[in-house]
Every structure is written in C-alpha cells, then in structure tokens.
C-alpha cells in the first residue's frame, strides 16, 4: 500500500493540543479530508499512520511530520490539499510526498531537532544576550550538562545532555533574548529544550526565570542532518 509523508506546522493555539489529542485530531481530519485512507483491522479500525517524535505542550512546531498510509495511490498535490482544507485552526498542510516501500519509520529516521527559544522579560529587563555569550561558550565547553530526570519509579535522578546538545547560541530580537539550538533527537537519546533553558538558568543566573517563553521546534532532522523531505 501506498504510504505518503506529511508535512505540517502546529501553532498558535494548536501547540497545547497534546500528542494523543493529535492522533484523535488526525483521524478526523483524515475522515474529513476524504483520501483512501488505510485502516487497521479488528473491532475498532483506525487510521494507518505513524508521527514522528512528539512536541511537548505548549510547543510550536513548523515542519512536523506524519506519515500516512492509503489504500490506492493519489498525487501528493491532492493529499495535501485535501488534508490542508481539513485541518483544524492553527495547523496547516505544507506538502506531501510519497514514501519507497521499505523505509525506516520516522522515529528511526529522525536524529537531530533545531528550536528556536524567544525569552520575553515579564518585570525587569531579560538578560542580554552580550552578557549570555560568555556563559554559553563556558557551557559548551563543559563535557557534563546535568539536569535532573525523572524515571517510572518517581526518583529524580542527574542526566548529562551534553552529547546531545549539537549547538546553542544567543542574539537579541525586537526586545527578547533568543537562543538557537540544535539538540539530538532519537530513540536512543533525547534532549528537551526546556532542560537546556533549565541548565542556563543554573549557570547563567535568572536567564528564564522571570521571562515568558515562546519554544518553537524549527526543523526536525535526519541522520547526518539530511532532510526527513
């Protein structure tokens, strides 16, 4: 059967809906959109599809992925449009393509993920991003970043995210701090932006502590940085 792979932003309102809310989104809006999709078999058949890794709440997200299975093959112009008119306020459709029959799944793709951070001071003016350099670079220069995991059995435990933390910067846009990073994202490792903000914080003062912060995940990435489209 024909798999094909969607590309799709999710912002505004859209970002705090939760990835299980996103799979019961993505079925309607594959009944909407009136593509032979495939279904599962049993009692309750679903939609044939796979995500790739999911965003936390409250995370924007420009180029996300789906992958989707149909039952006959369409052009991926018409799976995207007809999806695009389907989707719910905040999320949209910025193309399709087919998928060779074998290729690994998303989440074996998917390596690496860039975001972009914007701190908005709420009470006093936001660390700049001048006096953040200096810590930043003494940062990155550290071979242990640890911040505190939580595992199943409720114990907080120290993890070091230093090996998945590819680059990190900061620079000064329209009154916020803004930091660009890129941060390995896979199966076997995985770094959340908010634990690196949360490793700033405690090496670089109050960075974050009284800011709003608008987290967007720009780019998911492949092996060696190669396109997942």
Request: proline content about 6%.
């Given at each position: 059967?024909?798999?094909?792979?969607?590309?799709?932003?999710?912002?505004?309102?859209?970002?705090?809906?939760?990835?299980?809310?996103?799979?019961?989104?993505?079925?309607?809006?594959?009944?909407?959109?009136?593509?032979?999709?495939?279904?599962?078999?049993?009692?309750?058949?679903?939609?044939?599809?796979?995500?790739?890794?999911?965003?936390?709440?409250?995370?924007?997200?420009?180029?996300?992925?789906?992958?989707?299975?149909?039952?006959?093959?369409?052009?991926?112009?018409?799976?995207?449009?007809?999806?695009?008119?389907?989707?719910?306020?905040?999320?949209?459709?910025?193309?399709?393509?087919?998928?060779?029959?074998?290729?690994?799944?998303?989440?074996?793709?998917?390596?690496?993920?860039?975001?972009?951070?914007?701190?908005?001071?709420?009470?006093?003016?936001?660390?700049?991003?001048?006096?953040?350099?200096?810590?930043?670079?003494?940062?990155?220069?550290?071979?242990?970043?640890?911040?505190?995991?939580?595992?199943?059995?409720?114990?907080?435990?120290?993890?070091?995210?230093?090996p998945g933390l590819l680059h990190l910067s900061a620079r000064e846009e329209?009154?916020?701090?803004?930091?660009?990073?890129?941060?390995?994202?896979?199966?076997?490792?995985?770094?959340?932006?908010?634990?690196?903000?949360a490793a700033i914080t405690g090496r670089c003062g109050d960075f974050g502590?009284?800011?709003?912060?608008?987290?967007?995940?720009?780019?998911?990435?492949?092996?060696?940085?190669?396109?997942?489209?």
């Open positions: 059967m024909p798999r094909y792979r969607i590309r799709y932003s999710k912002e505004g309102a859209a970002k705090f809906i939760s990835h299980l809310d996103m799979l019961r989104t993505f079925e309607r809006v594959v009944r909407r959109a009136g593509i032979p999709v495939s279904f599962s078999q049993g009692f309750n058949p679903h939609p044939r599809f796979s995500f790739g890794f999911p965003l936390s709440v409250g995370v924007s997200g420009l180029e996300e992925y789906v992958d989707i299975d149909l039952d006959t093959a369409v052009s991926p112009e018409e799976v995207a449009q007809a999806l695009d008119r389907a989707m719910p306020p905040g999320m949209k459709v910025t193309g399709a393509r087919p998928v060779e029959e074998g290729s690994p799944s998303l989440m074996a793709s998917t390596e690496r993920s860039a975001y972009v951070i914007r701190a908005y001071s709420r009470c006093s003016p936001a660390t700049g991003a001048g006096s953040l350099k200096g810590c930043l670079e003494g940062l990155l220069e550290s071979q242990e970043i640890n911040v505190m995991r939580r595992k199943k059995d409720g114990r907080d435990i120290p993890f070091n995210i230093r329209e009154g916020a701090v803004v930091l660009e990073m890129d941060l390995i994202t896979s199966s076997s490792f995985n770094v959340r932006p908010q634990e690196v903000v502590q009284d800011s709003h912060l608008d987290i967007t995940r720009s780019r998911v990435l492949g092996h060696g940085g190669k396109d997942l489209f």
